[in-house]
Structures are given as structure tokens and as C-alpha cells.
């Protein structure tokens, strides 16, 4: 410090901080879904039996064709139908008339036995990713369920490129998580933006995971 600063010492600063680009999750719970997911099980469980997995972000598990609404029933209809809905509270369009939005739905089912996982992934070329859990196994007593959702925070590289333990403090005062779980239960409906990377930790319990996953977006 030299001579001259000193002079100011004492100045005291009242810093009000904001938290800008939040990234919206949607966490939704279905009520009453029992019935819907006795059907959604009923026709991945029939797929499975009859179609081979495609190779993308699952290791270890069964990834149906993206075309599940062809094959799902009336229940994957309902369940499509349920996420655009989320996707329509957490959107909005510049000079269109969000009424008027047509929105198009993809939809897989995920089987994951015990081990299997996920590598983190984002979904290109759409604009929300959405995934709903019809069964989350067996936990194996007194341990770790594993199998949780986690997203990564997209700024990390960025950081992480000048000093790897640095990390920001958030609105809350705690430093920000670069990667955040989210545990999940049956009935469980998760929207999120599809650039955002995400993947899903190693099922350490026994039974199989049953999921299904959307890419939603709209047309023009
Ligand atoms: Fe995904």
C-alpha cells in the first residue's frame, strides 16, 4: 500500500450482488400416476424384449429408438402432452404468439440393470430435454442408491483453466457446485434446457431402472 492510499483508509463498500443467466430446471411430481406407469412399463418392458438397444450415452443399459410415442400408448401420449406443458411455463417466443407454438416431442425409453450409467451427453438440435422416472431400482441396504441425475454448470471450463479449486460464490454465499445431483423418485418429472450437459451416476442398487427421456421442441 503506499503513503498516498493510505490516506483513504476506512472506505467502506456496500456490494449488492445479482444473480444473472439463471439456468431454469423444472423438478414436477405426477399425482396419481400409478396407472400411468403400469402402462408406460408394461410397453418398454414389451420393446425391450422384442428390439436391440442403440449405442448413445448408456453404458451397460437398454436405449430404445427414438420413436416411443409410435409404440407407447395412449400413456407416452399423455406423457409427451405433460412435458410440453412444462416446457410451455418455462418458455417464451419473441413476436410469436405462444398459443400458436407447435411443439414436437421425441421420446425413448431407458432400461439401466445394476452398474449401468449414463455419460455425460447434451441433446443437440432441440430446444428442452425431459426425463420421467418409472422405476429407480432396488437401493442396496444401508448404501448409496446411486443412479442420480447430474448436470453440469456450463461456465466451469472456464475457470477451471486459470485455477482448478477456484470457485465462485453464489447469491447464497456458498461457493457454486460444478456439478449439481438431483435424486429423483418414481413419478418424476425433470425438464431442463438441452444444451445443458448432464449424464447419470452409476446404478449401485439391484433391479432394473426404468426412464424415459424426450427431446421437445417446436416447429419454424
Ligand atoms: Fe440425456
Same mark, same amino acid.
Not at 59 to 72: E, K
Not at 106 to 111: E, F, G, L
Not at 169 to 193: H, W, Y
Given at each position: 500500500?503506499?503513503? *498516498?492510499? /493510505? ?21 414436477? +411430481? $405426477? ?8 402402462? $408406460? ?14 449405442? /448413445?450415452?448408456?453404458?451397460? !443399459? ?20 405433460? *412435458? ?9 417466443? &419473441?413476436? /410469436? &404468439? ?6 414436437? %416431442? ?8 445394476? =452398474? ?21 431400482? %432396488? ?7 446411486? =443412479? ?36 429423483? &423418485?418414481?413419478? &418424476? ?7 445443458? +450437459?448432464? !449424464? %447419470?451416476?452409476?446404478?449401485? =442398487?439391484?433391479?432394473? /431402472? ?11
Amino acid at each position: 500500500m503506499t503513503t *498516498a492510499s /493510505r490516506a483513504f483508509d476506512g472506505i467502506r463498500v456496500r456490494a449488492a450482488q445479482i444473480g444473472l443467466y439463471e439456468t431454469p430446471i423444472l423438478h414436477g +411430481r $405426477l399425482a396419481d400416476a400409478e396407472a400411468l406407469n403400469a402402462a $408406460l412399463r408394461s410397453a418398454i418392458l414389451d420393446r425391450h424384449a422384442a428390439a436391440p438397444s442403440l449405442a /448413445r450415452s448408456n453404458v451397460g !443399459g437398454w436405449h430404445s429408438a427414438t420413436d416411443m410415442l409410435d409404440w407407447g400408448g395412449p400413456a407416452a401420449a399423455a406423457l409427451a402432452d405433460t *412435458a410440453v406443458k412444462m416446457a410451455k411455463r418455462a418458455s417464451h417466443f &419473441d413476436g /410469436r &404468439d405462444a398459443a400458436t407454438v407447435e411443439w414436437t %416431442v421425441k421420446m425413448w425409453a431407458n432400461v439401466s440393470p445394476p =452398474g449401468a450409467l449414463n455419460m455425460s451427453h447434451a441433446h443437440p438440435g432441440v430446444l428442452w430435454a425431459a426425463v420421467y422416472y418409472i422405476d429407480m431400482g %432396488v437401493p442396496p441396504s444401508g448404501g448409496e442408491a446411486g =443412479g442420480e441425475l447430474f448436470f453440469e454448470d456450463p461456465r466451469f471450463p472456464v475457470p477451471f483453466m486459470r485455477l482448478p479449486g477456484f470457485r465462485l460464490l453464489g447469491i447464497d454465499g456458498q461457493p457454486q457446485p460444478v456439478e449439481r445431483r438431483l435424486p429423483t &423418485d418414481a413419478g &418424476d418429472l425433470v425438464l431442463f434446457p438441452a444444451w445443458l +450437459r448432464h !449424464g %447419470v451416476r452409476p446404478h449401485l =442398487g439391484t433391479g432394473d /431402472r426404468i426412464s424415459i427421456a424426450m427431446n421437445i421442441d417446436v416447429t419454424g
